[in-house]
């Protein structure tokens, strides 16, 4: 009996399983569904900015441009560049007096990108050359099926799309590894050393043209392109294509407690702010970001780095009649990424009291980066304390987390842009198992804890 009476003296994390009735495991379950539709048709940044785009028509947003004007309950959508997309919801209340509330996540993966002139031909196989994009274990892309995403700028002009290993009659494609009889000098190596970036060549065909004088099965395949897109091979320079894996978003368990499949960095979190954003009746304006190149370092006119974004909130506050200096400093930001999960299989690289555990909600991280903290905005504890004080209030299931041991490795998010915009931000998303591989692990009850996080957050 005593130590039940101190209980409320101690912070214990709670499996979210175990607080549902059934009818909130519905929800959870029923959210999961169309998560996984989602994670299957959304492989790349242009795919998630269209599914975006086109939920939100859906919704009654209409597109945003500078300049525009903006009265108290309009729902826009700003598209930058056609790999990222802000949907902006103004509310009712003054945002010089209390500020906008603002949610991002990032919709770019850690993938194999395809090199500008790809093509070439050996022994029998053409392949394509690559350039991996974002931290990858290099070997855990041999061996499983590939499908080709992205768009070609021809010659004229004209933009194509393709979509290459996603449905049951399409071909996949491959990157091969060594048997495991010839492996000897291969696996008495470093790990990052199994597989290097040079080899990460893709199989894409092996049938010759018989009629070619030379690299016959390369002008074969340049001739399948040639006759179902109109492209040549210097098209591919004015190109951005890339290789993720074609496997399926499944459920995974006996139970169904989980989801696995590819990008759920950032996607787990892109697509429950999305749907928060889309179904609250927000009384504060709300800027909902899907941003890109966040696996790269954020740079570019697409990634958080970019200016971009501090050019959208000075025109929604000028349209207002706004100062935005003001705004931004009485604003508040959710930087929406994931975590590592604490993994039983892999005990020694966490520090399991401030390790995220899978099922027990979305997980607030105060601080990210390396060692001493390096490369995080570290939030205040006011401003941790506001978002406790919100999440407490309306029952929504989440936890702490710290992204492993302090001197065992790191990682970083968009946190430290946006902050450095005087606007105040803290990361919270979802702990994953086996992060930036491709096919990755979350739970349902945390993908739904997320959207619970967005949506009392946002009105």
């Not at 945003?64 to 309950?73: P, Q, T, V």
Request: negative net charge; proline residues 3%; hydrophobic residues 35%.
């Amino acid at each position: 009996m005593e130590k039940d009476k101190y209980q409320n003296l101690l912070y214990n994390k709670e499996n979210y399983y175990e607080k549902t009735e059934e009818s909130e495991r519905e929800k959870i379950f029923d959210f999961a569904e169309g998560y996984k539709k989602f994670l299957n048709i959304c492989k790349t940044e242009r795919e998630c900015t269209n599914f975006a785009i086109s939920k939100a028509k859906e919704r009654g947003f209409s597109e945003y441009h500078f300049g525009d004007k903006l009265a108290k309950g309009d729902k826009k959508y700003f598209i930058n560049r056609d790999k990222g997309v802000s949907l902006i919801k103004i509310g009712n209340r003054d945002i010089e007096k209390e500020g906008l509330r603002i949610i991002v996540a990032h919709i770019d993966s850690p993938r194999i990108d395809l090199k500008q002139v790809p093509l070439f031909e050996s022994d029998g196989f053409c392949y394509l050359k690559t350039h991996y994009y974002g931290g990858i274990k290099k070997y855990q892309w041999t061996t499983i099926p590939l499908s080709l995403h992205g768009v070609i700028i021809k010659k004229n002009g004209e933009k194509v799309n393709i979509n290459i290993g996603e449905s049951e009659s399409d071909p996949v494609f491959y990157i091969s590894d060594l048997l495991p009889h010839l492996s000897r000098t291969q696996m008495a190596g470093k790990a990052n050393e199994i597989i290097n970036g040079e080899q990460l060549n893709v199989i894409i065909g092996g049938v010759p043209l018989k009629d070619a004088k030379a690299d016959k099965i390369k002008i074969n395949i340049l001739k399948i392109l040639n006759d179902k897109y109109g492209i040549t091979e210097e098209d591919f320079v004015s190109s951005e294509l890339c290789v993720v894996p074609a496997m399926r978003a499944r459920d995974v368990g006996i139970d169904r407690a989980f989801i696995g499949g590819y990008g759920h960095d950032d996607k787990s979190c892109a697509y429950p702010c999305l749907e928060a954003m889309l179904d609250v009746d927000n009384e504060i304006t709300s800027i909902c970001i899907w941003v890109d190149k966040e696996e790269i370092g954020s740079e570019g006119n697409t990634g958080m780095k970019s200016k971009v974004f501090e050019d959208l909130i000075d025109e929604i506050c000028y349209a207002l009649g706004c100062n935005p200096r003001q705004v931004r400093g009485r604003s508040i930001c959710l930087s929406c990424d994931v975590d590592g999960c604490y993994d039983p299989n892999f005990p020694n690289v966490f520090e399991k009291k401030n390790t995220a555990l899978i099922s027990c909600g979305a997980c607030m991280t105060k601080f990210t980066g390396s060692g001493g903290k390096s490369d995080s905005s570290d939030a205040s504890a006011e401003t941790v304390y506001k978002i406790r004080k919100l999440l407490d209030k309306n029952g929504v299931t989440w936890q702490t987390s710290e992204l492993g041991k302090v001197d065992q490795g790191g990682g970083g998010t968009v946190a430290k842009f946006i902050s450095q915009l005087n606007i105040d931000t803290i990361d919270i998303g979802l702990p994953v198992i086996s992060m930036h591989s491709p096919y990755e692990l979350i739970s349902k009850a945390d993908l739904y804890s997320m959207y619970r996080v967005g949506f009392e957050f946002l009105r």
